[in-house]
């Protein structure tokens, strides 16, 4: 049975997390998300739960690279089916450009899940084989959840 | 990545079906010309949808090969809209989501909210919710059981027979939740911290009277399903979906459980009043029609069960431990992250916030909602292919899904 304590080892020793909070999920690096989320299936955490992508804009004058450009913040969730039901966050930053490798070889509920996030946030997954938006028409022009989408932006008319 | 559906590169689905025995994006240019396949869409408007919802069939003769469902048809863009307005304000928005079950809405938002600005619930509030919560899962299934009456058509009675004789018992829950609240849907009850409505004066007995009834009706109810063969017929054996699938896709409650997995958040990651209460959780192996409509029949008798218990435990002491709301931004959170789940009738409800955002912190930054009814209809594809056209509203109406929800 999964515990939060082989989680927590597990991601001190193979991914190199040394932070941790309690408001903050841990930060690992984005090559490694496809590996952690195989590691954790293999482990127990077979519950798919949920995939959420924040926008983060550029700061000006800021020292680190990504934080200068604008990023986007991913979390993603898994639950093992135990007694426990011990749930596994972590969170990964992808550059506005970049690309995140998908998981729907090892999930198949990631592929609506990160079909949404890339319609409302514009997060990209590298393999996804379905990569059309999920809630909003195909010509929709924009991603409604980024911070420079304004809500009163005018859409085209319905159909 | 391009928004057309032409570009479809097959990297990742043939590794997963050979694995889950379906593929959901199936290729079919190489499939017998002579079978002259048809391609027939059910919805947006349909009455078999449950609600506005797509699907595109691809027929070979009478038989499915392969579907494609369409959702969004009802997207309001309740998160950019959450953004916006404080946490405060969240309540009444998020009522409309699951428009059938609006009390476990309240409650999940209002949960995460807590938990992202540490504010403890007192003891009455939380046995309150919990009622709540279990008295609106008996609504909410009595309402499944009565539309799947109609997805069955003639099989029972003529179809509207269920459906009208579930109605008038789901109106006696409504009842009971108006004297509380003043509202019969959309009740805006729950706050951050607590609750706004007390209980009046004899309302237990009345939950007591009105509870007892339905018991006795839904007995009623078992028999008539389980019993009749047609019933039967069309449900057993049809839409199995394997444990791996289900966990795998994200599906949870009375349908992960129907697959034979003993899995419920109100006993394994207790919330509220459920650690001082026991919960029995019904399963069934087999993973069909029937084990859905079974599981979520026997739920109903257990939830008649604990609203018993908790209508009777019901602590004294104050309904809400955070001050009285003066201003709508009295709530602030400048950072932070969390997430919060619990079981609705139809799963788990999940609530991802992150402070830090609009009007000085006291909106959220971004807040992201997991519909269980979202990942119940992405496994249509997987479900449909090999069944009939008859078998697809069965089947779609065994997954219970709530289109509001799944779209938001």
Redesign the interface.
């Known amino acids: 049975m999964p515990t939060p304590e082989e989680f927590r080892a597990l991601l001190e020793d193979d991914f190199g997390v040394s932070e941790w909070s309690e408001?903050?999920?841990p930060l690992i690096e984005a090559v490694d998300h496809h590996r952690l989320a195989e590691v954790l299936k293999e482990r127990g955490y077979?519950?798919?739960?949920?995939v959420?992508a924040?926008h983060r804009p550029g700061v000006e004058g800021a020292e680190d690279a990504l934080t200068a450009a604008g990023y986007i913040e991913l979390?993603t969730?898994l639950r093992s089916?135990?007694?426990?039901?011990q749930?596994a966050?972590w969170r990964v930053r992808v550059g506005l450009d970049e690309?995140l490798a998908?998981l729907?070889?090892?999930?198949?509920?990631a592929?609506?899940?990160e079909r949404?996030q890339?319609d409302?946030v514009g997060v990209?997954?590298a393999?996804?084989?379905?990569?059309?938006?999920?809630?909003?028409?195909?010509?929709w022009e924009g991603h409604?959840?980024r911070r420079d989408y304004a809500?009163n932006t005018p859409h085209p008319p319905w159909r | 990545?391009?928004?057309?559906?032409a570009?479809?590169?097959?990297?990742?689905?043939p590794?997963?079906a050979a694995r889950?025995g379906v593929d959901?994006?199936r290729d079919l240019s190489d499939y017998d010309p002579e079978a002259d396949l048809m391609v027939l869409n059910m919805g947006p408007q349909h009455p078999s949808t449950h609600g506005v919802f797509r699907l595109k069939l691809h027929l070979d003769g009478e038989t499915i090969v392969r579907a494609v469902p369409y959702?969004?048809y009802l997207?309001r863009?309740v998160?950019?809209?959450l953004?916006?307005l404080t946490f405060v304000q969240a309540t009444p928005i998020v009522d409309k989501n699951d428009y059938v079950s609006p009390m476990t809405n309240e409650q999940a938002i209002n949960m995460a909210f807590e938990a992202?600005l540490g504010i403890e619930v007192p003891r009455r509030a939380r046995y309150m919710r919990t009622l709540f919560a279990e008295m609106q899962r008996i609504a909410s299934h009595l309402l499944w059981l009565s539309t799947f009456g109609i997805d069955m058509g003639g099989a029972l009675g003529g179809g509207t027979t269920l459906f009208m004789h579930c109605f008038r018992e789901r109106e006696w829950i409504l009842d009971l939740f108006e004297l509380v609240t003043g509202a019969r849907f959309h009740y805006n009850t729950h706050t951050i911290g607590g609750n706004r409505h007390d209980i009046p004066a004899g309302w237990a007995k009345q939950v007591h009277t009105t509870l007892d009834l339905i018991a006795s009706r839904i007995d009623e109810y078992l028999e008539l399903s389980t019993t009749n063969s047609i019933f039967v017929a069309r449900t057993r054996g049809v839409g199995i979906l394997p444990k791996?699938?289900a966990?795998?896709?994200?599906?949870?409650g009375p349908i992960?459980r129907a697959s034979g997995?003993d899995?419920d958040?109100r006993r394994?990651?207790p919330f509220h009043a459920y650690d001082e209460i026991e919960v029995k959780v019904q399963t069934e192996p087999d993973g069909d029609c029937l084990s859905r409509a079974l599981v979520r029949v026997r739920e109903m008798k257990e939830s008649i069960r604990l609203s018993k218990l908790l209508v009777d435990g019901i602590p004294e002491g104050p309904i809400c431990g955070a001050r009285p709301i003066k201003n709508p931004t009295q709530f602030k959170a400048k950072?932070?992250?969390?997430?919060v789940?619990l079981e609705t009738p139809r799963g788990?409800l999940?609530t991802?916030v992150?402070g830090g955002g609009k009007n000085k912190a006291a909106s959220p930054?971004?807040l992201?909602i997991?519909p269980p009814s979202?990942?119940a209809l992405?496994a249509l594809p997987?479900l449909l292919p090999g069944h009939s056209i008859s078998d697809t509203v069965v089947i779609l109406g065994s997954l219970d899904p709530i289109m509001g929800e799944a779209?938001?």
Not at chain 1, 46 to 50: A, G, K, N, R, S
Not at chain 2, 7 to 12: K, V, W
């Open positions: 408001k903050q999920p077979t519950l798919y739960v949920f959420v924040s979390a969730g089916p135990t007694e426990n039901s749930l966050i690309q998908t729907v070889d090892l999930f198949a509920g592929d609506w899940q949404e890339f409302l990209r997954f393999g996804h084989p379905d990569p059309r938006r999920l809630m909003l028409p195909e010509d409604p959840l809500i | 990545m391009s928004a057309s559906s570009a479809r590169p097959s990297s990742a689905a590794a997963s889950l959901p994006h959702v969004g997207h863009g998160e950019k809209l953004e916006e992202l791996e699938l966990l795998e896709l994200g599906i949870t992960l997995v899995h958040l394994d990651a950072e932070g992250q969390a997430y789940a788990e999940g991802y992150i930054y971004r992201k997991r979202l990942h992405s997987y779209d938001r």
